[in-house]
Each structure stands twice: as structure tokens, then as C-alpha cells.
Nanobody, 125 residues
Framework: QVQLVESGGGLVQAGGSLRLSCAAS????????MAWFRQAPGKERDIVAA????????NYADSVKGRFTISRDNPKNTVYLQMSSLKPEDTAIYYC??????????????????WGQGTQVTVST
């Protein structure tokens, strides 16, 4: 059974940093794009960042470019999201996800089959 478990969320002041981790188990995802999405109350779930199977390609939402960095460690089957210069508008539940098809790269939510349970990130003013 595939499981994605996020950790690292919490409460931080504006301007601070957090590092999210997502550890996958039950299957190896070294051929799949992995990504972070977020969902704020009353809003849709949107992509934050994605990273290709080998880490060679990354993509970021405009709102986080220059502040967030996605990375992965394939031997550990883990993806990370380093978040810096956090803003109150970054407050959301953050989900990691794995794309369905190997060796492809997409930002479409519907292309991601495996999801974590989410971790809350709250940025105070």
C-alpha cells in the first residue's frame, strides 16, 4: 500500500522559514514527477512546485519563485520543500503528490494519483 507522509509544517512568523518533507513508502517513485500543492480555506488546490523524476527539471508557481525550493532524494523516496521569506498568504494545507505516469512532467492536479494527508502551514503577521 502506497503512503505519502508529510511533515515539517507549523506556525511561523512572516519572513521565517520552514522545510517540508514527504516520505513515500510502499513503492519506489524514482521514475515519477513529485510535487507540492497547497489549499487555503475556501480556495482550490493549486500547485506550488514540481520536480522531475531525476531532479533535472523544476517548476514553481509565480507566487513562490525565488522563495521556495523543491528537491528530492530518490534513495530515500522523499521530496522536500524549503520555504523561505514566508508570507501570510502562504498559509494553507500543503500536500505532496506523485504523478501517475513515469518520465513525464506536468502541473495538472488531475495527473497526480498519490497524495499525502497534508500538513498545515500557518504564517502569522
Amino acid at each position: 500500500q502506497v503512503q505519502l507522509v508529510e511533515s515539517g509544517g507549523g506556525l511561523v512568523q512572516a519572513g521565517g522559514s520552514l522545510r517540508l518533507s514527504c516520505a513515500a513508502s510502499g513503492r519506489t517513485f524514482n521514475r515519477n514527477t513529485m510535487a507540492w500543492f497547497r489549499q487555503a480555506p475556501g480556495k482550490e488546490r493549486d500547485i506550488v512546485a514540481a520536480i522531475s523524476y531525476d531532479g533535472a527539471i523544476t517548476n514553481y508557481a509565480d507566487s513562490v519563485k525565488g522563495r521556495f525550493t523543491i528537491s528530492r532524494d530518490n534513495p530515500k523516496n522523499t521530496v522536500y520543500l524549503q520555504m523561505s521569506s514566508l508570507k501570510p498568504e502562504d498559509t494553507a494545507i500543503y500536500y505532496c503528490a506523485v504523478e501517475r505516469s513515469p518520465f513525464t512532467f506536468t502541473a495538472r492536479l488531475s495527473d497526480y494519483d498519490y497524495w499525502g494527508q497534508g500538513t498545515q502551514v500557518t504564517v502569522s503577521t
